[in-house]
């Protein structure tokens, strides 16, 4: 393509096997980064679909990949995968200006090699780290997660002409595990929805407390229900694990055995913002987050949180004040620090007031021109380089 044939409005290829997933927390960002952008670029959504080979809306349908073995997995995760068919991949990407990989499969493996051999640039976004993976399908040995990080690493970010990666955390993980492609970092965001609300009280006799995330091994959602158990204030708390996954039904057995009053599974959206303006606590035990989207909206609604420190995780830079932490290698210690707050408005309105300021440092706008300016410096440097060629 000659340098002045860049079109108006470039159409991006978005790889997103479950797109129609929304509570994965991929899934939600990506959607937001289309609607913030869609009026600058044009998007084709290459997803898993019930229809395959069909293409309406600007979503392309590709069949579902069996997996035997870890299918019951996947479809508890809510994670269908997309198995590619090689004529309509090659049609679609053909149709693309840019190919950006949001989840990273088999899917994303053969779009990036069409898209090379078509001379398309490639974007891949650091979304799945190997921990998830790994710690659902109980593989945790030290080989297995070398080994994929090497496959990712391998296979989807050293073709790519860009990486993206959601932290600071994210993009030195990716360069100690040998990414030598341009690395930016660029936060999900916080739409300002989440930021549009003000905190009240529900109930003045009772704490709430909230965990949002998908319902799995390295979420750790346990360590808050045993936790709560062993609080003096535990008749006093209710818990809100808001989400989806495999982990839903023990969770519900175990806060029933505990005897801890929680709630738990998926929310909407408008239920989801209410929480975050009426919980008393938000507490994330995750030892694997490429950023902590949860984390961040729970902040930006002003409410306290109590944050897992851990080496695996993003969840540290969110820390505003050791107040505020806890370490899951500690095993007492997330309910000294619950009971702490628990016990002192004051603490939480200070941890509150810090969370807030920090969270308007990463609002979704700011993202969403970061990301619109990375596509057309892509699309730029592709556009340089076959002029460059071509004289």
């Known amino acids: 393509m000659p340098l002045h044939a860049m079109r108006s409005k470039p159409t991006i290829g978005l790889v997103i096997d479950p797109w129609d997933f929304p509570f994965n927390g991929t899934v939600v960002s990506t959607r937001r980064f289309v609607a913030a952008l869609s009026n600058q670029f044009n998007f084709k959504i290459l997803k898993t ?18 997996i035997p073995g870890a ?36 899917l994303a493996h053969q779009a990036i090699r069409v898209a090379r051999r078509l001379g398309k640039p490639v974007i891949s976004s650091f979304h ?78 009772q704490f709430q407390i909230l965990s949002v995330g998908r319902l799995a091994q390295e979420k750790q959602q346990p360590l808050l229900l045993k936790a709560v158990a062993q609080s003096p204030y535990r008749a006093k708390i209710h818990v809100t694990l808001a989400g989806t996954g ?43 987050e490429l950023e902590g989207m949860s984390a961040l909206e729970a902040m930006a609604a002003g409410c306290p949180t109590l944050l897992n420190r851990t080496e695996t995780s993003a969840l540290s830079e969110l820390i505003q004040d050791p107040v505020g932490a806890f370490t899951d290698e500690a095993p007492n210690m997330l309910t000294q ?9 004051g603490a939480r309105q200070f941890l509150a007031d810090q969370n807030r300021a920090f969270a308007l440092t990463r609002r979704h706008e700011a993202s969403a021109a970061q990301l619109a300016n990375l596509y057309r410096r892509v699309l730029g440097d592709k556009l340089k380089s076959d002029a460059g060629h071509a004289s």
């Open 49 to 66: 679909g019930n229809v395959p080979d069909q293409t309406a809306n600007n979503e392309i349908h590709f069949p579902k990949l069996s």
């Open 71 to 106: 299918n019951r997995i996947i479809d508890q995760m809510q994670a269908p995968l997309a198995r590619p068919t090689r004529r309509l991949l090659q049609r679609v990407v053909a149709d693309c200006d840019l190919i950006h990989v949001q989840y990273p499969f088999l």
């Open 128 to 205: 799945v780290q190997p921990e998830n993976i790994q710690r659902n399908l109980r593989l945790n040995q030290a080989f297995v997660t070398r080994s994929l990080y090497r496959l990712f690493v391998s296979q989807f970010y050293q073709p790519s002409d860009q990486v993206i990666a959601p932290s600071e955390f994210a993009k030195k993980l990716l360069i100690q595990h040998g990414v030598s492609r341009p690395i930016d970092v660029l936060s999900n965001g916080i739409t300002a929805n989440f930021f549009a609300g003000s905190r009240r009280q529900t109930r003045s006799d």
């Open 246 to 288: 495999p982990t839903s039904a023990h969770l519900k057995r175990l806060a029933a055995n505990l005897g801890v009053s929680a709630t738990i599974g998926r929310v909407t959206d408008e239920q989801l913002k209410d929480l975050y303006e009426t919980a008393d606590v938000f507490v994330q035990c995750s030892r694997v």
């Open 337 to 345: 620090k619950l009971d702490a707050l628990l016990s002192n408005p």
